[in-house]
């Protein structure tokens, strides 16, 4: 049901949409139109991420997909929890069920970046025939404690900037090692996609900076075996995308990945790190094959 606080507009290609969590939160979607009764793509973002990070798949999808962009709680357009400790997986994943009751979805494709794919995973474990499909981006059941260090390190810090070019020149200062070919317009993009104008005038990341405070503690980053998870799409078509140079997903668990799931393709992008944003070349190709193996399936 769209409610009054839905927001079509001319300017954009998407439908701002919102949804209410079980403790009361008033949570915000990107709707992006597809065919009536069709299968939806649900794309969960990372930790620090929001419903922007999809938009180049969505605008290559929409029309002949739906595609959904949830901005998870404390994040984007997303309320900020009162409790810290809900900012964790399974609240994300209790967050996106009461998504989907309210959508009447019953069977989706997954496409998660990160936590995301976490969630992705987590989902899976408990009800996998709702998957149809699954896009695992840079992230698998044993994440490696050089990225989880990384994370930790960064999340939470905050920062402030007067323009869009100084929050540009931050990003490539922290994150250059995992995207080395990127130039100044990508990192102004990347700036665009990770952080917002505040009323005050000033560039901030676009999230709660207590979403780190959960994720400090041990096991703060999934909390059980994931394995279980990923064997839940063991039935359904899936693709495993790893960057190259990335420092969360290591090649010794993505090839443990792919023995587990006998329907599963692996894509390695190049000169990439944690992780791909599914716009490069080797990623959006690849997308599309599983897309069409997902409708083969379910014709």
Not at 191 to 208: E, S
Not at 235 to 240: A, G, I
Not at 279 to 298: C, F, G, H, M, W
């Amino acid at each position: 049901m769209t409610s009054f606080t839905d927001r079509p507009s001319a300017e954009h290609s998407y439908t701002d949409r919102h949804w209410q969590s079980g403790d009361g939160l008033t949570l915000h979607f990107r709707d992006y139109a597809g065919p009536e009764g069709g299968l939806p793509i649900l794309c969960l973002p990372g930790l620090t991420r929001n419903a922007r990070d999809f938009e180049g798949l969505a605008e290559r999808l929409m029309g002949r997909w739906r595609v959904i962009c949830p901005d998870m709680r404390g994040r984007g357009d997303s309320a900020y929890a009162k409790n810290s400790s809900t900012y964790n997986p399974l609240q994300y994943v209790a967050d996106i069920n009461a998504l989907l009751e309210q959508e009447g979805i019953t069977r989706f494709i997954a496409v998660g970046t990160s936590l995301g794919g976490l969630m992705t995973m987590l989902l899976a474990m408990v009800e996998p025939a709702r998957i149809a499909g699954a896009v695992l981006n840079d992230i698998g059941p044993v994440i490696e404690p050089e990225g989880l260090a990384r994370i930790r390190d960064y999340v939470g810090q905050g920062g402030t900037f007067p323009t869009w070019m100084h929050a540009a020149r931050a990003l490539e200062e922290d994150q250059s090692g995992a995207f080395p070919d990127y130039q100044a317009a990508d990192w102004l993009a990347m700036a665009k996609r990770v952080m917002v104008l505040n009323a005050n005038g000033r560039i901030v990341y676009d999230y709660d900076m207590k979403i780190a405070e959960p994720f400090e503690k041990p096991g703060g980053e999934a909390g059980v075996d994931l394995w279980p998870g990923l064997e839940g799409l063991a039935q359904v078509p899936v693709l495993l995308i790893r960057g190259a140079l990335s420092d969360i997903l290591s090649p010794e668990t993505l090839g443990q990945m792919t023995r587990r799931l006998p329907r599963a393709e692996a894509v390695t992008v190049p000169h990439i790190g944690h992780a791909p944003t599914l716009d490069e070349p080797e990623a959006a190709e690849a997308i599309e094959r599983l897309l069409a193996r997902v409708a083969t399936s379910v014709a």
